[in-house]
Nanobody, 125 residues
Framework: VQLQASGGGSAQAGGSLRLSCLAS????????IAWFRQAPGKEREGISC?????????YYLDSWKDRFTTSRDNAKNTVWLQMNSLKPDDTAVYFC??????????????????WGQGTLVTVSS
């Protein structure tokens, strides 16, 4: 599967952005989809994961659960990450990623079978 992330850009603190991850080359419903981000000088960290059907979702920090929402529409081959109440600390390159296994208790880059290219999010104060 090929993944194309989009929707990044600049936002003010407190604003919102919606990232999209469009899949091609394979059936999206075969994969759980996670979102990761990597800030300058930091390791890539897992934000969320949504199961193949969308029935189960995981957010890997409580603060993200309050502000971020992941969803999917397999008919559209698309997964989204809605980000609200953005903070300057959210500035990072955001990646979507796919795996044939279910969402793990804690998602890590080693879980990933396929990566999308990143999309840059810049939040200014």
């Amino acid at each position: 599967v090929q993944l194309q992330a989009s929707g990044g850009g600049s936002a003010q603190a407190g604003g919102s952005l919606r990232l999209s991850c469009l899949a091609s080359g394979s059936t999206l419903a075969d994969y759980a989809i996670a979102w990761f981000r990597q800030a300058p000088g930091k390791e890539r960290e897992g934000i969320s994961c949504i199961s193949r059907t969308g029935a189960n979702r995981a957010y890997y920090l409580d603060s993200w659960k309050d502000r971020f929402t992941t969803s999917r529409d397999n008919a559209k081959n698309t997964v989204w990450l809605q980000m609200n109440s953005l903070k300057p600390d959210d500035t990072a390159v955001y990646f979507c990623a796919a795996a044939r296994t279910g969402c793990p208790i804690m998602v890590a880059p080693t879980w990933v079978d396929y990566w999308g290219q990143g999309t840059l999010v810049t939040v200014s104060s």
